[in-house]
Nanobody, 127 residues
Framework: QVQLKESGGGLVQAGGSLRVSCAASGRTSSITAMGWFRQAPGKEREFVAA????????YYADSVKGRFAISRDNAKNTLYLQMNSLQSEDTGVYYCAEMESVTAAQAMLSPDYYDNWGQGTQVTVSS
């Protein structure tokens, strides 16, 4: 099984930047894609970004395109999310997740197809 641990969350002013990380351990050879999701209070968990582990194909939610960048370091088994021009609407708990069988690109946009999740890291953007 794969274990995931997020780090790097915190409090930032609107317009600022933050980078969150996700370290994977365990059976990392089974990872085919990883993603970031977020959940604001009272709202459902929503897709933010995803990346295939080998090819590096990237997918973003429309709300973060041009502001966020997902990347990975395969040697370190670490996933990153660079967040720029942060807005109050970006506030929430950010979760990383890993997928072990990518059937279609569309599957990476849904939390239902991910196999393991981290505990989450809080990102708060003050206006």
């Amino acid at each position: 099984q794969v274990q995931l641990k997020e780090s790097g969350g915190g409090l930032v002013q609107a317009g600022g930047s933050l980078r969150v990380s996700c370290a994977a351990s365990g059976r990392t050879s089974s990872i085919t894609a990883m993603g970031w999701f977020r959940q604001a209070p009272g709202k459902e968990r929503e897709f933010v970004a995803a990346i295939t582990w080998i090819g590096g194909s990237r997918y973003y939610a429309d709300s973060v395109k041009g502001r966020f960048a997902i990347s990975r370091d395969n040697a370190k088994n670490t996933l990153y999310l660079q967040m720029n021009s942060l807005q109050s609407e970006d506030t929430g708990v950010y979760y990383c997740a890993e997928m072990e069988s990518v059937t279609a690109a569309q599957a990476m946009l849904s939390p239902d197809y991910y196999d393991n999740w981290g505990q989450g890291t809080q990102v708060t953007v003050s206006s």
